[in-house]
């Protein structure tokens, strides 16, 4: 069994202010990772899991996240997506003591403060309008010098002025200096992210954490906030709900396919993740679409 280990990324120091990048799905720059920039990210296509810190959640074209100093982050696109994806994320990273030292010249910044003091735990920012993100997204990548910092400062002053956004990750654990045992637990996150239809026992995931049972199950608690168990259920059933809306897969296949051994502890599961049935699910979310795809026509 082969360990995955948290990326701690290292940005060289550099003239530029801001950093620009766009990448497609599969790409080596999609993994469980994290950097002393705060990092503002779009997703232009694809559907998936998020995961920022000790959140678990779904993401589609139009999401738009921030997220502060440290924060493990990464975003796995969903396996129904077969074929590989030029363009998936729009991404913007930047120091935040540049911005703090910029606010103790300009006290008219001051209304950045608690934006970036949010995105210590990460942030999505609901009902933004995704033309006008990905516009200027692209704007501020094909500015440079004065113009690309005064459209950024526009952009993100938008963002603080956007009050309908919610706090994803419900503990602040990850700095700078994070502690082995940090370390060996984000191990054990980013292998079950990529392997939920994997048999995964405690005692094995304590064995790719090179801690005890005991000891493994009272430090990934502490650290992400979730007992192991309820975090790999968490996972599958994110990844079911995905399989519900895009395939015609029958329930039990998908039971299945996600790691699941037995279709009544399958439905239990859903039912208390979902507040519904995987067939109650699966009918809204179609009947979800079908009605966006009616609107579009209309």
């Known amino acids: 069994m082969n360990t995955l280990h948290v990326e701690l990324e290292v940005i060289p120091d550099q003239s530029e202010s801001l950093i620009f990048l766009e990448h497609g799905w599969p790409d080596p720059l999609c993994r469980w990772h994290a950097h002393k920039e705060c990092e503002l990210h779009l997703i232009v296509a694809s559907t998936g899991r998020s995961y920022i810190g000790d959140f678990i959640g779904d993401f589609s074209p139009g999401n738009l996240f921030l997220t502060g100093p440290h924060l493990p982050h990464n975003w796995v696109t969903d396996e129904v997506w077969t074929d590989p994806i030029e363009t998936r994320d729009l991404v913007i990273q930047f120091d935040q003591d540049r911005i703090l030292g910029l606010m103790s010249s300009f006290p008219e910044f001051d209304g950045l403060k608690q934006l970036l003091n949010e995105a210590a735990s990460g942030l999505e920012f609901m009902e933004f309008d995704f033309e006008n993100a990905q516009r200027r997204f ?114 039990a296949t998908i039971c299945h396919d996600v790691g699941f051994r037995n279709l009544a502890n399958f439905n239990r599961h859903f039912l208390k993740v979902k507040d519904m049935t995987p067939s109650a699910y699966r009918g809204l979310t179609r009947a979800d679409l079908h009605s966006s795809r009616g609107e579009a026509y209309d």
């Open 138 to 251: 692209l704007q501020i990548r094909d500015l440079s010098g004065p113009k690309q910092i005064m459209a950024f400062f526009d952009f993100v002053l938008e963002l603080a002025a956007h009050k309908d956004r919610r706090t994803l990750s419900m503990q602040q654990l990850y700095h700078e200096k994070r502690s082995q045992t940090q370390e060996q637990i984000c191990n054990v996150v980013d292998h079950v992210s990529r392997n939920f239809s994997d048999p995964i026992s405690l005692e094995e995931a304590a064995e790719i954490a090179r801690m005890s049972p005991s000891a493994f199950a009272r430090n990934f608690q502490k650290t992400t906030g979730s007992r192991f168990n309820e975090f790999v259920t968490k996972v599958r059933i994110g990844q079911a709900c995905s399989m519900l809306q895009a395939t015609d897969a029958n329930i």
